[in-house]
Each structure stands twice: as C-alpha cells, then as structure tokens.
T-cell receptor
C-alpha cells in the first residue's frame, strides 16, 4: 500500500509568482485535504476535495485554488505569492470525508517566498 | 480565533519521567485526534477519540477525551528520547465533517 506522497519537497519562489503543489493520495482514498503550517504553528485547513469536487474551505483567499483528478490525486495552486505564504504545505488523504475517518498526511512541501 | 489551545507549548524532561499535555476548547467536537510530528515530516496519527469520557491506551501513551467532548489530554509514562517531537491535537465537528482544526502543538524534548 502506497502512502501519501507530495512534490516537490522544497520550492523557492519570489513575491508575485504562482506555484503548483502536487499530492498523490493513499491507495483507496477518495478525499484529499490541504493544510498550511507556518513555522511554530499547527496546520491550518485550506480546503478539501472529495470525488473531484471542493467539499469545504477554510479562511484562505481565492488566490488559493485546487483541483482533484479522477485518480484522486490533487493540486494546490497559489497565485500572486506573498511573503506570508512561506510555510509547509501538507496534504492528507482519507477514505471518506466524515469526521471519524483517519487522515494520513504526506511529508509536505516546504515553500519559501522571497 | 484559535479554537484549540494546547499546553504547555514547550516541555523538556528527563528520560523516565511522566508528563501530561492538554488540549482545551470552548467548542464541542465530534471527534478529536492526536498526532506526532517530527521536523520536516507530516503529522502521524496516534489516536482518534469520539466518545465523551473515552480513554485509549497506546503502550505508554494514555489519551482521554473530556466528558463534554471539549477537551483532551495525553499522558506519557516513563518518557523515552524517542518520544521527542511535536504533539498536535485536532478536532472535527459534525457540521464541518473531515475539516480538522489543529492546535499549535506541544514541543516535547526528552533528554537521555
């Protein structure tokens, strides 16, 4: 069974640029959630995708957008990057979007915005 | 607004000591999870609790969910250096199923 994978591992961008982060969910999982974890803080929920549809969104501006593909992998896109977007971006997959189902996290993508 | 408050923020102890970390909220959660995260890695799930008053044990770790499902604690007996890491609690609610709210964590250091 393959776990959650994310790419790239690290990324450096400059202010105003755009970035795309990728996540492959665990085998058999149809739900992917994205989180932003700033240094010294807990993960903050960005949005969740279930069967290719957005299924809930946290307090993030529209320049944070996403996609889920038929194989349930997912992308997080961030436009017009700001310095405060520097963080560890985590994706988590689960077998169902219900609150009881365990989420399994990937290792994250470390984004640095200069 | 931080819905989940974890305490203490930092904890440094000697190997063999016992410790308890807390996760408190004014909100009711349908489930609460504890994770451990090491530097440069994603959080790893330790336990999920769903019933008020529930106690779960995982080797030397004991997790308790408050009767009102607003708070939780994690107790570690005879801590070992391998327990070092960031301990995060995360709550989910029926109205927002699957979208977990995380606390800012407790950073635990166990010295040999």
């Amino acid at each position: 069974e393959t776990g959650v994978t994310q790419s790239p591992t690290h990324l450096i961008k400059t202010r105003g640029q755009q970035v795309t982060l990728r996540c492959s969910s665990q085998s058999g999982h149809n739900t992917v959630s994205w989180y932003q974890q700033a240094l010294g803080q807990g993960p903050q929920f960005i949005f969740q995708y279930y069967r290719e549809e957005e299924n809930g969104r946290g307090n993030f501006p529209p320049r944070f957008s996403g996609l889920q593909f038929p194989n349930y992998s997912s992308e997080l896109n961030v436009n017009a990057l700001e310095l405060d977007d520097s963080a560890l971006y985590l994706c988590a997959s689960s077998s169902d979007p219900s609150s009881y189902n365990e989420q399994f996290f990937g290792p994250g993508t470390r984004l640095t915005v200069l | 607004t931080q819905l989940l408050e974890q305490s203490p923020q930092f904890l440094s102890i000697q190997e063999g000591e016992n410790l308890t970390v807390y996760c408190n909220s004014s909100s009711v959660f349908s489930s609460l999870q504890w994770y451990r995260q090491e530097p440069g890695e994603g959080p790893v799930l330790l336990v999920t609790v769903v019933t008020g008053g529930e106690v779960k044990k995982l080797k030397r770790l004991t997790f308790q969910f408050g009767d009102a499902r607003k708070d939780s604690s994690l107790h570690i007996t005879a801590a070992q250096p391998g327990d070092t890491g960031l301990y995060l609690c995360a709550g989910a609610r029926w109205t927002n199923a699957g979208k977990s709210t995380f606390g800012d964590g407790t950073t635990l250091t166990v010295k040999p």
